[in-house]
């Protein structure tokens, strides 16, 4: 499994080099609003675990991957590892960043450890979600439908979902996500700790359901 994990690590090689244009693409918005760096973190490096597909695709490396002596399960969860590396470094490299993004934002707001929590309990619930809606897609069809079915399509549903939560919050005069804050502030813990539970299932029904779908595939 770890033998996959790194033949996909280095089937990404020609792409890595786009990883050090990150920390500039965290920062600059990160200014406006350095709260978002660790989140934004998460969706961008979790985005970039999508090249995986790609690259095995363009290469036929399901091919070579299937000749070597592992279940395809453990082929999925290899992937999944390194989704969930990416998704450490992205929340870590938000947190790191947030220091330097204060000194230019004009909020100059910095969490303390309780609020860390949050912000990585929010980051997971993402990555979570993320890897719910991609991956199943992407094991089942490959790269090139995978993409739409699974990255596409949610990124278009979340957006709708975004602007009825924001004329809801409209309609109810602006109090509606303003009172969820409140409330999360004050119960910040056990609010943290539902967040990754519920992130927990949702990561666990997505890799079952990859592997599911990934040992009916035909190649």
Known sequence: MLNVLKLDWSAIKSYRIRLLLLPIGLFVPGVLSS???????VV??????????????????NR??????LKRSKMVTARYLLSLILFLAGALLG???????????LSRW??????ALALFSFGFLI???????????LFRFGYA??????????????????????????????????DLLIYASEH???????ILSLGAVILAVSWRLSVRLYSRREF
């Not at 910040?188 to 539902?194: A, D, K, R």
């Open 127 to 137: 990555y979570a979600l993320m890897s719910l809606a991609m991956y199943p897609a």
């Open 44 to 61: 961008l490096l979790f985005s970039f675990s999508i090249n995986t597909f790609l690259v095995e695709e363009k290469g036929g490396l």
């Open 64 to 69: 070579l991957y299937l000749t070597l002596p």
């Open 110 to 115: 910095y969490p303390d450890w309780t609020w």
């Open 188 to 194: 910040i813990l056990s609010v943290s700790e539902v």
């Open 145 to 178: 439908k995978g993409k739409v079915w699974g990255y596409y399509v949610p990124s278009f549903l979340v957006l709708l979902a975004y602007f009825a939560i924001m004329e809801y919050d409209i309609a109810k005069g602006g109090t509606f996500i303003l």
């Open 95 to 105: 947190f790191a960043l947030m220091p330097l993004a204060n000194l230019f934002a």
């Open 35 to 41: 709260i978002s760096l660790v989140p934004m973190g």
